[in-house]
């Protein structure tokens, strides 16, 4: 099962195992993460899911399509950076596994 870690902003360390085909909105909700708060559930309706993606994972997770729900979401979200996903948006796969994300300041 992939090993994802989610670090708070004040720097805590969650590292828990995700399994195959949920989001990683989903791992960080099922773990009780602190951080992401999911508001609509993972409908991409929200960017209260809102992460940082760590610089040498985004050729594996890409960015948002110009023009998509995620990046029109995304412009709503604090403190978007260019390194900002949605993590309802992030399938959890094998090619996953030691991702490292970021939580913002907060999801407000």
């Given amino acids: 099962m992939p090993k994802i870690t989610y670090v708070e902003y004040g720097g805590r360390e969650h590292r828990v195992e995700?399994?195959?085909?949920?989001?990683?909105?989903?791992?960080?909700?099922?773990?009780?993460?602190?951080?992401?708060d999911a508001d609509c559930g993972g409908e991409c309706a929200c960017a209260?899911?809102?992460v940082y993606i760590d610089q040498e994972w985004l050729g594996v997770t890409g960015m948002p399509?110009?023009?998509?729900q995620e990046a029109s979401m995304l412009s709503f979200a604090a403190l978007a950076q260019p390194?900002?996903?949605l993590s309802c948006q992030l399938k959890?796969?094998?090619?996953?596994?030691?991702?490292v994300v970021r939580l913002p300041e907060?999801?407000?």
């Fill in 83 to 85: 390194n900002s996903r």
């Fill in 18 to 36: 995700v399994p195959l085909g949920l989001s990683v909105m989903r791992g960080a909700v099922d773990n009780n993460i602190p951080g992401i």
């Fill in 48 to 50: 209260t899911c809102h």
């Fill in 92 to 99: 959890v796969s094998e090619a996953l596994d030691g991702l």
């Fill in 106 to 108: 907060g999801q407000h």
């Fill in 65 to 68: 399509v110009p023009g998509s």
